[in-house]
């Protein structure tokens, strides 16, 4: 099955294994994928946004 190309906030944590507190801590230190807030306020991630940010980390780590 294909994955989405957009995520919902709750995807993106479950997949990187963040609490929501952590997720908006490391955000307000200017880290972390792109979001995208939609008119009716929800957030969202691109796929590629998450897949660029993780390999982002990984590239960090080593």
Known sequence: MARPQMLKLLEVL?????SRAAF???RA???GPRLIKLPNGQLRVRRADLDAWLSGCEEAAA
């Open 24 to 26: 908006y801590r490391m």
């Open 29 to 31: 230190r200017g880290q």
């Open 14 to 18: 479950a997949e990187i294994g963040m």
